[in-house]
T-cell receptor, first 115, second 116 residues
């Protein structure tokens, strides 16, 4: 089954304790992206990757890191989490073809609470 | 980033009736793509329908159709024969064909309530 898998689905942690949210897709997509969803703000892009070893900042990258060492995986790293990073996070992926026409497939989301 | 506006925070429709959700966007580009995503209480983001800006014909997917008015920069979603399972948050999204980031720019969403 084609899917984007995020782990964990839920995490409660404390300020300053490094954490990683994993994302894996099995569709051989070149493009992967992380979004955060906050009430009243919709979804905002954090980082994206066009292919292996190619990553770039989205609209809200502060406090986050990513890596793309393999095509299928795109982990989101919070080196020193703070309460303002409490949010619902989504990983998404798509083919790159046709200049952005391909729809993005989303994971089921990760609810992060930073105390 | 392009601005996407959904002016209806909440909408309500009776089962079997038709409802239209509004979306407008601000862009100076000619090459772009528009999407509607559905987010049910399970929080999944599910693609409902998409529209290429270069196509004049409005996209249709079963009970879901769009009214794409390029000059007016409007992209509304019509849901016909509404069902209880249609209750969800609906997000309109814009994706540039020129922006190398290919980011989806989302509106803030419209919460749709379906009543029996």
């Amino acid at each position: 089954e084609a899917q984007v898998t995020q782990n964990p689905r839920y995490l409660i942690t404390v300020t300053g304790k490094k954490l990683t949210v994993t994302c894996s897709q099995n569709m051989n997509h070149e493009y992967m992206s992380w979004y955060r969803q906050d009430p009243g703000l919709g979804l905002r892009q954090i980082y994206y990757s066009m292919n292996v070893e190619v990553t770039d900042k989205g609209d809200v990258p502060e406090g986050y890191k990513v890596s793309r060492k393999e095509k299928r995986n795109f982990p989101l790293i919070l080196e020193s989490p703070s309460p303002n990073q409490t949010s619902l996070y989504f990983c998404a992926s798509s083919f790159l073809g046709s200049r952005g026409s391909q729809p993005q497939h989303f994971g089921d989301g990760t609810r992060l609470s930073i105390l | 980033a392009q601005t996407v506006t959904q002016s209806q925070p909440e909408m309500s429709v009776q089962e079997a009736e038709t409802v239209t959700l509004s979306c407008t966007y601000d862009t100076s580009e000619s090459d772009y793509y528009l999407f509607w995503y559905k987010q049910p209480p399970s929080r999944q983001m599910i693609l409902v329908i998409r529209q290429e800006a270069y196509k004049q014909q409005n996209a249709t997917e079963n009970r879901f159709s769009v009214n794409f008015q390029k000059a007016a920069k409007s992209f509304s979603l019509k849901i016909s024969d509404s069902q209880l399972g249609d209750a969800a948050m609906y997000f309109c999204a814009y994706r540039s064909g020129a922006d190398s980031g290919y980011a989806l720019n989302f509106g803030k969403g419209t919460s749709l309530l379906v009543t029996p």
